[in-house]
Every structure is written in C-alpha cells, then in structure tokens.
C-alpha cells in the first residue's frame, strides 16, 4: 500500500550554495563572496581547483586554510564523490568565481573530470541556477561558443563587469558590486548593493 502523505513529511529544501574557485585571475571574487555568506542562512560547499590555490598565493596574501575556514564545507576537486556530485543533494545551485575558460569548456562538453565541473553538470541537469563569473579577454570563437553551449543548457554567464554608474572608490567595492548582482540572481539581495534607482537619483 502507498504511504499517504502527510505535511510533515515535506520539508522545505535546504538553503545551501555551491562555490566553486577555479584557476582564473579574480581569485578575490570567489573569497568575497564566501565572506559575504559566512554566518548568513545559506550553507556553503566549497570546492577549489589546484590553479586556484596557486593563484591565491599569486594574487593575495590570503592562506588556503584562512579561505577554506569561511565556508560551511569544503571539497576536494578530485574528489568526484562528494555530495555536491549527486543530483539528489538539494542546493539552491552553483557560483564558479571566477571562472576559467577551461572550466566553462568542461562544462558546456559535458565532459567532466573535475568536481568543479561535475558539480555544475548536476546543477544544470537538475535545472538548478548555475552562474559561471568567466575571467577571460578578448576571446576568441571558441569561448564564445562555449558560452552559448552553457546558456543552451540553462546557465548564466555572467563576466565581473564593473557597473560604473556606482562610482566605484575601491577594488572591494567593485566587486562587492558584481557578487552583488550575482546573488540577486538567486534571490539573495545585498543590501550595500548600488542599485540603478538609487545611483540615478543622486544625479538629478
């Protein structure tokens, strides 16, 4: 006999978030990001490629474990059992930030032999958000249609542009500004965010 359903037995799904740093330059946008969602309601599932940490020390001065600490839980990249590579580990979906051009070509091929990309593969075919903070220029017809591929699939690329209009006075700001409206894309509204309305309003 089928076990009728009862309202307890239905939960709301948990508010968990997959970030991914992968090899790019901008390995900042992906440490922020994790600041700015350490102690919020959303659980992180991070996962860093080995490029990344080489870039980390490029970049910053910042150590793997201090970085590693700021999120909930933390994955290896070869790591292709971790739950994040199953679809029925419920998250909200995935930021790649930044995101290397051979991260987006895994994840437009299909082809995934990396947890980064096996994660977002899950998210894509549970279509689930997926938002991919690609940081490469100029590029050429191969990126381009790798791109497409991925917005086919139900992805967002979503290239760290810096929204001029809030006049910016610091690097920080920039990017809190496009993690910003990264998070606006999930629905997670930063209230430091300079919003169009607002921006617009103080010129008149």
């Known amino acids: 006999m089928t076990k ?4 307890a037995d239905i939960q709301h799904p948990p508010s ?4 991914g740093i992968s090899g790019a330059s901008g390995v900042l946008y992906g440490i922020r990001l994790l600041e700015l969602l350490k102690g919020s309601v959303i659980e992180t599932h991070l996962v860093m490629s080995r490029t990344a940490e080489l870039t980390l020390a490029y970049e910053t001065d910042r150590k793997l474990a201090a970085v590693k600490a700021l999120a909930d ?9 971790a739950p994040i590579s199953s ?8 930021i790649v930030a930044p995101c290397s051009a051979k991260s987006l070509a895994e994840i437009a091929s299909g082809v995934t032999p990396t947890l980064i990309s096996r994660a977002a593969d899950v998210v894509l075919k549970e279509r689930r958000r997926l938002v991919l903070m690609l940081r490469e220029t100029p590029l050429h017809l191969g990126h381009i249609r790798n791109m497409a591929s991925v917005t086919e699939m139900g992805g967002i690329v979503a290239p760290p542009v810096p929204a001029m209009y809030a ?11 496009s993690l910003g409206r990264v998070l606006d894309l999930f629905g997670l509204h930063l ?6 309305d607002k921006a617009a ?4």
């Open 4 to 7: 009728k359903l009862q309202s």
């Open 16 to 19: 968990r978030l997959i970030i």
């Open 73 to 81: 839980h933390c994955h290896s990249n070869d790591d292709l059992a």
């Open 87 to 94: 679809g029925s580990f419920l998250t909200l979906g995935m």
């Open 167 to 177: 006049q910016p006075q610091s690097i920080e700001e920039m990017v809190d500004q």
């Open 191 to 196: 209230d430091h965010v300079t919003r169009w």
């Open 201 to 204: 309003k103080k010129r008149r």
